[in-house]
C-alpha cells in the first residue's frame, strides 16, 4: 500500500524552528516529485514547497523562501522540511504530497499524508 | 501567479439533486502545445487530507463514482455531483498546476438541505 506519513509538528515559540519529516513507503520514492502542503485551522490549501526527484531543484512559495528548506533522502525514502523564523502565520496541518504525473507545467497531487500539525505560539 | 477563485462558498443540495461547483482561474491554465487544461479537483471531509476527484479539468481519478465530473476550458471550469450522496459533504478544491505556484480555490463547502 503506497502511503505517506509525516512526523515533527508540535508547538514552537515565535522565532523558533522545527523539522518536518515525511516517511515514504510502497512506492519508489526516487521516481516522483515532493511537495509540503499546509492548511491553517479551518482555512484552504496551500502549497508550500516542491522538489525534483533528484533532489537538484526546489521551489517554494514567496511567504516561506528564506526560512523554510525542502529536502529528501532518496535512500530512505524521506522528504523533509527544515522551517525557521517561524511566526504565528504558519500555523498549520502540513501535508506532504505526491505528484501524480507531471508534464510541461507541474502536477496533481495523488497521495497525501494525514498531516502534522505546527503551532506557532508563545 | 495565477489565482483560482471559486463559487459559490457553500451550497446546500438535497439529496439526489445536482450539486455545480465553479473555478475561474485569472489566467488560461490550458497549454496550446499539448492541448490540456492543468486544473485538478479534490475533496476533503473534516480531520482528513484532500483526496484527489480529477485531473485534467476531466480526467476522473480511479476509483470515483462516475457522479463526479469535470468540465471546463482555458480560465473557466466546473465540478459537478449529478446526485448528490449524503457521503458527498465535504469541502472540495479546485487547484491549478499549469505553473509554479501551484495554487488552490478558497474551496466549496456542500452540505445536505
Known amino acids: 500500500e503506497e502511503q505517506l506519513v509525516e512526523s515533527g509538528g508540535g508547538l514552537v515559540q515565535p522565532g523558533g524552528s522545527l523539522r518536518l519529516s515525511c516517511a515514504a513507503s510502497?512506492?519508489?520514492?526516487?521516481?516522483?516529485?515532493m511537495s509540503w502542503v499546509r492548511q491553517a485551522p479551518g482555512k484552504g490549501l496551500e502549497w508550500v514547497a516542491n522538489i525534483k526527484k533528484d533532489g537538484s531543484e526546489k521551489y517554494y512559495v514567496d511567504s516561506v523562501k528564506g526560512r523554510f528548506t525542502i529536502s529528501r533522502d532518496n535512500a530512505k525514502n524521506s522528504l523533509f522540511l527544515q522551517m525557521n523564523s517561524l511566526s504565528a502565520e504558519d500555523t498549520a496541518v502540513y501535508y506532504c504530497a505526491r505528484d501524480g504525473g507531471r508534464s510541461i507545467g507541474g502536477s496533481w497531487y495523488i497521495l497525501w499524508g494525514q498531516g502534522t500539525l505546527v503551532t506557532v505560539s508563545s | 501567479d495565477i489565482v483560482m477563485t471559486q463559487s459559490p462558498d457553500s451550497l446546500a443540495v438535497s439529496l439526489g439533486e445536482r450539486a455545480t461547483i465553479n473555478c475561474k482561474s485569472s489566467?488560461?491554465?490550458?497549454?496550446?502545445?499539448?492541448?490540456?487544461?492543468?486544473v485538478a479537483w479534490y475533496q476533503q471531509k473534516p480531520g482528513q487530507p484532500p483526496k484527489l476527484l480529477i485531473y485534467w479539468a476531466s480526467t476522473r481519478e480511479s476509483g470515483v463514482p462516475d457522479r463526479f465530473s469535470g468540465s471546463g476550458s482555458g480560465t473557466d471550469f466546473t465540478l459537478t455531483i449529478s446526485s448528490l450522496q449524503a457521503e458527498d459533504v465535504a469541502v472540495y478544491y479546485c487547484?491549478?498546476?499549469?505553473?509554479?505556484?501551484?495554487?488552490f480555490g478558497q474551496g466549496t463547502k456542500v452540505g445536505v438541505k
Open positions: 489566467q488560461s491554465v490550458l497549454y496550446s502545445s499539448d492541448n490540456k487544461n492543468y
Open positions: 487547484q491549478q498546476y499549469y505553473n509554479t505556484p501551484p495554487a
Open positions: 510502497g512506492f519508489t520514492f526516487s521516481n516522483y516529485y
